[in-house]
């Protein structure tokens, strides 16, 4: 009775595992899309008055000598280039953050982004279906958990992706041992073992879902 039960859950779960794994990186890219999801963009800022500048007058000189360098706007926008990590442009303005430091309504103007990041930061561009998912797979863990996102459920996507794709694997085996062993006298526990298996299988999908 075990085993025709786990076979039934098995498939199931199998169907379930495939329809899932699709399921959720689009659910994943529909929220890229609509905002809940995105990424922040490398930048490097730009001076507002370089080094030149500061002696092209008394005035300049001055002006740059009595800034508070302490102050992580002030020395993003004229100590020199640093690299950080922009998002949420509006109206010429973005946050920046920089080490552990985030900086509220940032001129865009101060910001030079690499190739056509400033096309995606701007929203004038936006990744198609394939580029996100490709996106996503191609980032290490240790970006997955940078700035570089929004969102730790980013990561924990990858890792469903991942961890769905093995278990479709798992299924799959489980389902033919099954079939093997369907006229097969064995022990009960093991056929409770292949239940509690599949049963589990089934349960991992479906929390997923729900999360995602």
Same mark, same amino acid.
């Given at each position: ?10 498939? #199931? ?10 399921? #959720? ?19 490097? #800022? ?59 309504? !940032?001129?865009?103007?101060? $910001? ?8 995606? %930061? ?21 970006? $997955? ?5 929004? #969102? ?7 890792? @469903?992706?991942?961890?769905? !794709?093995?278990?479709?694997? @798992? ?31 089934? $349960? %991992?999908?479906?929390?997923?879902? @729900?999360?995602?």
């Amino acid at each position: 009775m075990w085993k025709k039960i786990a076979f039934i859950i098995i498939i #199931t779960s199998v169907v379930f595992s495939v329809t899932d794994y699709f399921f #959720t990186m689009r659910q994943s890219y529909n929220k890229y899309l609509e905002g809940e999801y995105f990424f922040r963009y490398e930048a490097t #800022t730009v001076p507002a008055m370089d080094k030149d500048a500061w002696l092209d007058s008394v005035e300049n000189f001055e002006k740059v000598s009595a800034l508070d360098f302490t102050d992580t706007r002030t020395m993003l926008l004229y100590g020199g280039e640093f690299e950080v990590y922009a998002c949420h442009p509006h109206d010429r303005i973005c946050t920046v953050i920089y080490g552990t430091k985030t900086i509220d309504d !940032f001129p865009v103007s101060n $910001l030079r982004f690499k190739g056509d990041d400033a096309a995606y %930061f701007n929203g004038e561009k936006k990744l198609t279906y394939e580029e996100y998912i490709d996106y996503v797979k191609s980032l290490s863990d240790d970006q $997955l958990h940078s700035d570089m996102v929004n #969102t730790s459920k980013v990561a924990s996507f990858k890792e @469903v992706l991942e961890f769905s !794709f093995i278990l479709i694997g @798992v299924e799959s085996i489980v389902g033919i041992a099954l079939f093997l062993l369907h006229r097969a006298e064995q022990d009960v526990l093991f056929d409770i073992i292949l239940f509690v298996g599949a049963l589990g299988c089934i $349960l %991992f999908e479906i929390i997923t879902a @729900v999360i995602f």
